[in-house]
Protein backbone atom coordinates (compact mmCIF):
# COMPACT_ATOMS: atom_id res chain seq x y z
CA UNK A 1 0.00 0.00 0.00
CA UNK A 2 1.48 3.06 -0.77
CA UNK A 3 1.36 6.61 1.51
CA UNK A 4 3.35 4.72 4.47
CA UNK A 5 2.03 1.23 4.14
CA UNK A 6 2.83 -1.85 2.82
CA UNK A 7 2.14 -1.66 -1.31
CA UNK A 8 -1.24 -3.48 -1.46
CA UNK A 9 -2.22 -2.93 -5.04
CA UNK A 10 -1.15 -1.05 -8.22
CA UNK A 11 1.65 -3.86 -8.73
CA UNK A 12 1.15 -6.99 -11.13
CA UNK A 13 -0.01 -10.16 -9.67
CA UNK A 14 2.91 -12.07 -9.24
CA UNK A 15 1.66 -15.37 -8.10
CA UNK A 16 1.97 -18.10 -10.33
CA UNK A 17 -1.22 -19.74 -10.07
CA UNK A 18 -5.06 -18.58 -9.55
CA UNK A 19 -5.78 -19.45 -6.46
CA UNK A 20 -9.38 -19.51 -4.59
CA UNK A 21 -10.22 -16.84 -1.86
CA UNK A 22 -10.24 -18.86 1.05
CA UNK A 23 -6.89 -20.04 0.46
CA UNK A 24 -5.63 -16.55 -0.32
CA UNK A 25 -6.58 -15.15 3.00
CA UNK A 26 -5.25 -18.37 4.40
CA UNK A 27 -1.79 -17.50 3.21
CA UNK A 28 -1.89 -13.53 4.17
CA UNK A 29 -3.10 -14.87 7.33
CA UNK A 30 0.28 -17.33 7.29
CA UNK A 31 2.23 -14.44 6.67
CA UNK A 32 2.41 -14.08 3.11
CA UNK A 33 1.85 -10.40 2.27
CA UNK A 34 1.88 -11.30 -1.72
CA UNK A 35 -1.73 -13.04 -1.37
CA UNK A 36 -3.15 -10.60 -0.39
CA UNK A 37 -2.84 -8.04 -3.42
CA UNK A 38 -5.39 -10.39 -5.64
CA UNK A 39 -7.70 -9.61 -2.86
CA UNK A 40 -6.85 -6.01 -3.59
CA UNK A 41 -7.53 -6.10 -6.89
CA UNK A 42 -11.08 -8.05 -6.89
CA UNK A 43 -12.55 -5.76 -4.38
CA UNK A 44 -10.99 -2.39 -4.89
CA UNK A 45 -13.50 -0.63 -7.29
CA UNK A 46 -16.74 -1.95 -5.16
CA UNK A 47 -15.11 -0.98 -2.33
CA UNK A 48 -13.86 2.58 -3.63
CA UNK A 49 -17.68 3.17 -5.42
CA UNK A 50 -19.14 2.09 -1.46
CA UNK A 51 -16.64 4.68 0.00
CA UNK A 52 -17.19 6.97 -2.13
CA UNK A 53 -21.16 7.14 -2.37
CA UNK A 54 -20.56 7.64 1.80
CA UNK A 55 -17.85 10.86 2.25
CA UNK A 56 -19.04 12.51 -1.67
CA UNK A 57 -15.37 13.24 -2.33
CA UNK A 58 -13.38 10.70 -4.51
CA UNK A 59 -10.17 12.18 -3.34
CA UNK A 60 -11.14 11.45 0.20
CA UNK A 61 -12.81 8.16 -0.61
CA UNK A 62 -9.03 6.88 -2.20
CA UNK A 63 -7.65 8.22 1.31
CA UNK A 64 -10.34 6.35 3.16
CA UNK A 65 -10.06 3.23 0.77
CA UNK A 66 -6.21 3.22 0.98
CA UNK A 67 -6.98 3.20 5.25
CA UNK A 68 -9.59 0.53 5.22
CA UNK A 69 -7.13 -1.76 3.23
CA UNK A 70 -4.65 -1.59 5.30
CA UNK A 71 -6.71 -2.41 8.74
CA UNK A 72 -8.04 -5.37 6.98
CA UNK A 73 -4.11 -5.89 6.40
CA UNK A 74 -3.59 -5.56 9.43
CA UNK A 75 -6.47 -7.82 11.07
CA UNK A 76 -6.73 -10.03 8.64
CA UNK A 77 -5.73 -12.64 11.49
CA UNK A 78 -9.12 -11.90 13.05
CA UNK A 79 -10.68 -12.69 9.91
CA UNK A 80 -12.78 -16.64 10.37
CA UNK A 81 -14.46 -16.69 7.89
CA UNK A 82 -17.66 -16.81 9.41
CA UNK A 83 -19.23 -14.58 6.99
CA UNK A 84 -17.95 -13.65 3.39
CA UNK A 85 -14.78 -11.58 3.11
CA UNK A 86 -16.31 -8.35 1.32
CA UNK A 87 -19.12 -8.34 4.54
CA UNK A 88 -16.10 -8.36 6.77
CA UNK A 89 -13.87 -5.55 4.45
CA UNK A 90 -17.40 -3.14 4.48
CA UNK A 91 -17.91 -3.04 8.14
CA UNK A 92 -14.22 -2.30 8.52
CA UNK A 93 -15.23 0.45 5.52
CA UNK A 94 -18.19 1.44 7.90
CA UNK A 95 -15.65 1.57 10.81
CA UNK A 96 -13.16 3.99 8.55
CA UNK A 97 -16.40 6.44 7.53
CA UNK A 98 -17.50 6.44 10.87
CA UNK A 99 -14.07 7.54 12.21
CA UNK A 100 -13.99 10.07 9.57
CA UNK A 101 -17.03 11.90 10.18
CA UNK A 102 -16.14 12.07 13.91
CA UNK A 103 -12.54 13.79 12.79
CA UNK A 104 -14.99 16.07 10.23
CA UNK A 105 -17.02 16.96 13.50
CA UNK A 106 -14.37 17.52 15.76
CA UNK A 107 -12.89 19.32 13.31
CA UNK A 108 -15.25 21.82 12.65
CA UNK A 109 -16.32 22.15 16.39
CA UNK A 110 -12.74 23.32 16.66
CA UNK A 111 -13.23 26.26 14.29
CA UNK A 112 -14.96 28.14 17.56
CA UNK A 113 -12.52 27.27 19.90
CA UNK A 114 -9.74 29.03 18.67
CA UNK A 115 -7.83 30.86 20.94
CA UNK A 116 -8.73 35.07 19.31
CA UNK A 117 -5.94 36.24 21.13
CA UNK A 118 -3.84 34.13 18.98
CA UNK A 119 -5.68 35.14 16.03
CA UNK A 120 -4.83 39.23 16.26
CA UNK A 121 -2.75 40.70 19.45
CA UNK A 122 -2.29 44.36 18.01
CA UNK A 123 -5.59 45.42 17.03
CA UNK A 124 -6.05 49.35 18.35
CA UNK A 125 -8.98 50.20 20.60
CA UNK A 126 -11.89 50.99 20.06
CA UNK A 127 -11.94 48.67 17.58
CA UNK A 128 -10.18 45.94 18.45
CA UNK A 129 -13.23 43.57 19.34
CA UNK A 130 -14.67 44.26 15.58
CA UNK A 131 -12.00 43.55 14.00
CA UNK A 132 -11.23 40.80 15.43
CA UNK A 133 -14.78 39.25 15.00
CA UNK A 134 -14.73 40.17 11.78
CA UNK A 135 -11.15 38.26 11.25
CA UNK A 136 -12.14 35.06 13.00
CA UNK A 137 -15.02 35.28 10.97
CA UNK A 138 -13.07 34.67 7.80
CA UNK A 139 -10.62 32.52 9.53
CA UNK A 140 -13.61 29.84 9.91
CA UNK A 141 -14.38 30.46 6.18
CA UNK A 142 -11.11 29.90 4.96
CA UNK A 143 -10.69 27.06 7.43
CA UNK A 144 -13.75 25.28 5.68
CA UNK A 145 -12.59 26.16 2.31
CA UNK A 146 -9.42 23.43 2.93
CA UNK A 147 -9.16 20.12 2.12
CA UNK A 148 -10.28 17.84 5.51
CA UNK A 149 -6.45 16.63 5.46
CA UNK A 150 -5.37 20.41 5.47
CA UNK A 151 -7.63 21.34 7.85
CA UNK A 152 -6.90 18.96 10.27
CA UNK A 153 -3.23 19.15 10.14
CA UNK A 154 -3.33 22.96 10.46
CA UNK A 155 -5.94 22.71 13.50
CA UNK A 156 -3.73 20.19 15.15
CA UNK A 157 -0.57 21.80 14.96
CA UNK A 158 -1.49 25.41 15.41
CA UNK A 159 -4.52 24.57 17.58
CA UNK A 160 -3.50 21.80 19.54
CA UNK A 161 -0.06 22.93 19.50
CA UNK A 162 1.43 18.90 18.07
CA UNK A 163 4.75 18.79 16.54
CA UNK A 164 5.11 17.31 13.43
CA UNK A 165 6.09 14.27 14.58
CA UNK A 166 2.97 13.77 16.62
CA UNK A 167 0.39 14.66 13.76
CA UNK A 168 2.25 12.44 11.62
CA UNK A 169 1.65 9.25 13.75
CA UNK A 170 -2.18 10.82 14.69
CA UNK A 171 -2.87 10.89 11.00
CA UNK A 172 -0.63 7.80 9.43
CA UNK A 173 1.70 10.07 7.06
CA UNK A 174 4.50 10.50 6.72
CA UNK A 175 6.68 14.07 8.46
CA UNK A 176 7.26 15.37 5.05
CA UNK A 177 3.54 14.98 3.76
CA UNK A 178 2.14 16.73 7.07
CA UNK A 179 4.99 19.52 6.24
CA UNK A 180 3.45 20.21 2.41
CA UNK A 181 -0.18 20.07 3.82
CA UNK A 182 1.15 22.67 6.26
CA UNK A 183 2.36 24.37 4.08
CA UNK A 184 -0.34 24.70 1.57
CA UNK A 185 -2.67 25.25 4.26
CA UNK A 186 -1.02 28.37 5.32
CA UNK A 187 -0.12 29.59 1.90
CA UNK A 188 -4.12 28.65 1.38
CA UNK A 189 -5.56 30.77 4.23
CA UNK A 190 -3.09 33.37 3.68
CA UNK A 191 -4.01 34.29 0.44
CA UNK A 192 -7.82 34.14 1.77
CA UNK A 193 -7.45 36.45 4.55
CA UNK A 194 -4.98 38.92 3.17
CA UNK A 195 -7.30 41.34 2.17
CA UNK A 196 -8.94 41.10 5.59
CA UNK A 197 -6.05 42.03 7.77
CA UNK A 198 -5.80 45.42 7.48
CA UNK A 199 -3.44 46.33 10.60
CA UNK A 200 -4.14 43.19 12.17
CA UNK A 201 -0.69 40.41 13.18
CA UNK A 202 -1.50 36.67 12.41
CA UNK A 203 2.13 34.75 13.68
CA UNK A 204 0.73 31.71 11.64
CA UNK A 205 0.42 34.00 8.12
CA UNK A 206 3.74 35.92 8.78
Known amino acids: MHRGGTELHGRKNTLSHPLDEKHLIERTQSGDPEAFT ?5 YQNRL ?6 RVTDPELAKDLTQETW ?12 DAAFYSWLY ?6 CT ?14 LIDENRITETVPCPSRDVERAELREHLQTALTALTPIRRRVFLLYYHHELSIKAIAAEIGRSEGT ?27 LA
Open 70 to 81: LRAFRAISSFQG
Open 178 to 204: IKSHLRNARLQLQEFLIPYLRNQHVPW
Open 38 to 42: PLVGK
Open 91 to 96: RIAENV
Open 99 to 112: DHFRRQKYNTESLH
Open 48 to 53: YRHING
